[in-house]
């Protein structure tokens, strides 16, 4: 099994968008997939229109671990399964105080997973708290979408000292670019700049508006624009997160 967190210090820079799309990608490769919404905000949840389980399906309070396994929803995907948003937040509630003893209590939860499936993804919150460096200790990838702006590089570089401060393994951080418009010389510098980082992808994902219209189809790209270049762009890169962890 290998877990992978889209990750950023920043929010609104795609990691939902990646998330949906990567998963739905390693599902349609046969892998078993397991989609975690840790971001209370439920976008990866809406993208993928679960609802919510019958009445005395779901367990109201998660009060260990091992509940979260009843929290697993199918997808209307094969291989597919999630964790909505709503039964993550109750679960977090519960972990977030055995967080600030245990860097190491999301990575036992997830270890619960590991005999069902070969890929966990983690659509995770902003910010650097106890949750992110839980998140960092749990994952083997930390795949972080960075749009080649000044800001977007500072933030990079914020985290790059949150990974040294914490001590956390540096090699699991990979990032790759997302927003992309090659017409502005800012993002062409940039990202001249940062690829001479080993921690960035090739594949990069354009800004593209068939990337915003998954929020009209709730769905993933290749799900309703199978042709499109944003499809292409996003199976590119996820052949090369593949080339990288398999
Ligand atoms: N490559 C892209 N091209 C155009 N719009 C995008 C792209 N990636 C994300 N978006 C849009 O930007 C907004 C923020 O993306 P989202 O994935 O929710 O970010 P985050 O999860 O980091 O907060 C959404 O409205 C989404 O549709
Ligand atoms: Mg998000």
């Known amino acids: 099994m290998t877990t992978i967190a889209l990750y950023n210090l920043k929010g609104g820079v795609g990691k939902t968008a990646c998330c949906v799309n990567f998963a739905y990608l390693s599902a349609l490769d046969g892998y078993k997939t397991l989609l975690w919404d840790l971001d209370p905000q439920g976008s990866t949840t809406f993208y993928y229109q679960v609802k919510p389980k019958l ?3 779901i367990k109201n309070f998660i009060t260990q671990a091992s509940d979260l396994e009843e929290a697993v929803m199918n997808t209307d995907y094969d291989h597919l399964d999630i964790i909505p948003a709503d039964q993550s937040a109750k679960s977090l509630d519960v972990m977030i105080e055995e967080m600030k003893h245990s860097r190491k209590k999301l990575k036992n939860v997830i ?20 949750l992110a460096e839980n998140i ?23 985290v790059k000292s949150f990974f040294k401060e914490k001590e956390l393994d540096p090699a699991k951080l990979t990032c790759f670019f997302t927003m992309v418009d090659l017409r502005k010389n800012l993002h ?12 960035f992808f ?14 009209i189809y709730q769905a993933p790209v290749e799900v309703f624009a199978r042709s499109s270049y944003a499809a292409q762009c996003y199976r590119d890169l996820w052949a090369e997160i593949k080339e990288g962890v398999l």
């Open 55 to 57: 009445k005395g399906g």
């Open 111 to 130: 270890h619960t997973f590991k005999k069902d499936y070969d890929f966990v993804f983690m659509d995770c919150p902003p910010g650097l708290s106890v």
């Open 136 to 158: 960092v200790m749990a994952a083997d990838i930390i795949l972080m979408p960075v749009i080649p702006t000044t800001l977007s590089a500072r933030t990079y570089e914020m």
């Open 188 to 199: 062409n510098e940039i990202m001249e700049t940062l690829y001479k980082d080993k921690h």
């Open 202 to 215: 090739q594949s990069y994902i354009p800004y593209l508006s068939d990337v915003e219209k998954m929020g």
